[in-house]
């Protein structure tokens, strides 16, 4: 099926646009037909973007974690892609109660807000699909990554009880699992916590990082009508991490 016949004439709104995934997202949204609006708590990176893509795309700011500001932007789409995320690089011992609450705020809370806010109005129209950016983390355990796994968890959670909440309505809710993707994101938690990335493409069975743009292709594929009988997965990609 070309998927340029799915997305064109679909709002689709993915968040933490502004790097990694959540760009290589919404590029290929883009290059496929949907009017694209990316969503990042930075506007600069964002507002970059949608001035590359020339026409089909817009830029907000927007922090997922307060609910008013989700609602304007949430309602209206057709599409949506929950990439939002933010890492935790300690054991649950040495977290933070602030840390821990920051992680579930965004990357948990945030999910459920953009979530909460677009289906109704993909209900009026008759569906829509959702893709909620999981992780391998929420499958498996990963030291000290106490907080990030806990909230991936959730997400995945979360992505079940809305499919089977909203499948009679037409509303499809998928979540990816990357592995460890070699993104800005990634190198900002590695710089952290003093690892490398070498150190991290050795866990890999495949012997190398995932890249944004395969990440993206699993997203597309969910939200594209070629998934038009998928709905509550946690689509695993990951190298093979979690099958060793």
């Not at 500001?69 to 935790?88: C, E, I, Q, T, W």
């Not at 806010?117 to 959702?130: D, F, K, L, N």
């Not at 950016?133 to 959670?157: Q, T």
Request: proline content about 3%; some cysteine.
């Amino acid at each position: 099926m070309d998927r340029r016949r799915c997305f064109t004439g679909k709002r689709a709104l993915v968040t933490g646009a502004g790097s990694g995934i959540g760009e290589a997202v919404a590029r290929k949204l883009h290059a496929e037909g949907a009017y694209v609006v990316l969503a990042d708590v930075r506007a600069e990176p964002v507002e970059a973007i949608a001035g590359e893509l020339e026409g089909g795309a817009s830029a907000v700011q927007l922090d997922v974690r307060d609910e008013d500001a989700v609602r304007d932007v949430a309602r209206n789409v057709d599409v949506l892609a929950n990439v939002a995320g933010v890492g935790s690089t300690t054991s649950a011992p040495d977290t933070p109660l602030a840390v821990w609450e920051d992680v579930f705020a965004v990357n948990a809370r945030g999910t459920f807000l953009c979530c909460k806010h677009a289906i109704p109005g993909m209900v009026e129209r008759g569906g829509g699909s959702i893709v909620n950016m999981a992780s391998a983390g929420g499958l498996i355990g990963l030291r000290n990554r106490a907080a990030y796994c806990a909230s991936k968890g959730a997400v995945i959670a979360l992505t079940r009880a809305l499919a089977v909440d909203h499948v009679a309505a037409g509303v499809r809710v998928n979540a990816v699992c990357p592995g460890t993707v070699d993104s800005p994101w990634v190198r900002r938690l590695v710089d952290d916590v003093g690892e490398s990335l070498d150190a991290l493409r050795a866990r890999q069975p495949m012997g190398r990082l995932g890249t944004p743009e395969e990440i993206a292709d699993a997203v597309l594929y969910l939200a594209s009508d070629d998934a038009a009988f998928v709905t509550g997965t946690a689509f695993v990609i990951d190298g093979g991490l979690t099958a060793a």
